[in-house]
């Protein structure tokens, strides 16, 4: 089983500044990766796919990189409804399908 | 519009017997995967199972394995989990996910989410 790993726990940003959250995984996924958002009382959202595409409708404010073991997701200025969990997921080598434990943006 | 409805949470005793059922309307459901992934109170998202397209091919996350059953029925556009020898940890909310990938035996991410029923198991 392949371990998501997503640091930090929780990221105090004020808005309008960049937030970087980080994702590692134990073996190398390459690059099958996606992100999550999930906000209080609602369903996840996909981001982003394959590490850096972002899904549809999603603003050009999110950006994601990485391959391998290390990947991060970007927001470049951070608006008052990305304040929310963001999570990483695997899908390189299943079962299981395999999350992070998420990062809480939360309003500095 | 495309969306997922789950039904069926309730509070049940430790040992016993739930069935969850998720609608599906907007796409062709038959041509996807689909999956279950619960979030207990508070916590973090675990993939439960998947299912393939066609009901062929199954998946259990270990802590499930043996007490789940994933099913669907294509002509209802719907999706099920048979969920028995109900245990306190197995408390979550349930959402059903689409898998990403269209037909064949590719499983990606998930690109379509319910909104969840809660699984409550207390005496």
């Known amino acids: 089983e392949k371990v998501m790993t997503q640091s930090p726990a929780t990221l105090s940003v004020s808005p309008g500044e960049r937030a970087t959250l980080s994702c590692r995984a134990s073996?190398?996924?390459?690059?099958?990766l996606a992100w999550y958002q999930q906000k209080p009382g609602q369903a996840p959202r996909l981001l982003m796919y394959?590490?850096?595409t972002r899904a549809t409708g999603i603003p050009g404010r999110f950006s994601g990189s990485g391959s391998g073991t290390e990947f991060t997701l970007t927001i470049s200025s951070l608006q008052s409804e990305d304040f929310a969990v963001y999570y990483c997921?695997?899908?390189?080598?299943?079962?299981?399908?395999?999350f992070g434990q998420g990062t809480k943006v939360e309003i500095k | 519009e495309v969306q997922l409805v789950e039904s069926g949470g309730v509070v049940v005793q430790p040992g016993g017997s739930l069935r969850l059922s998720c609608a599906a309307s907007?796409?062709?459901?038959?041509?996807?995967?689909m999956h279950w992934v619960r979030q207990p109170p508070g916590k973090g998202l675990e993939w439960v199972s998947l299912?393939?397209?066609?009901?062929?091919?199954?998946y259990y996350a270990d802590s499930v394995k043996g007490r789940f059953t994933i099913s669907r029925d294509n002509s209802k556009n719907s999706l099920y989990l048979q969920m028995n020898s109900l245990r306190p940890e197995d408390t979550a909310l349930y959402y059903c996910?689409?898998?990403?990938?269209?037909?064949?035996?590719?499983?990606?991410?998930?690109?379509?989410w319910g909104r969840g029923t809660l699984v409550t198991v207390s005496s």
């Open positions: 997921q695997q899908y390189n080598d299943w079962p299981p399908w395999t």
């Open positions: 907007g796409f062709t459901f038959d041509d996807y995967a």
């Open positions: 996910a689409k898998d990403s990938c269209s037909g064949g035996s590719c499983y990606w991410y998930f690109d379509l």
């Open positions: 299912i393939s397209w066609d009901g062929d091919s199954t």
């Open positions: 073996q190398s996924v390459r690059t099958d």
């Open positions: 394959d590490a850096s």
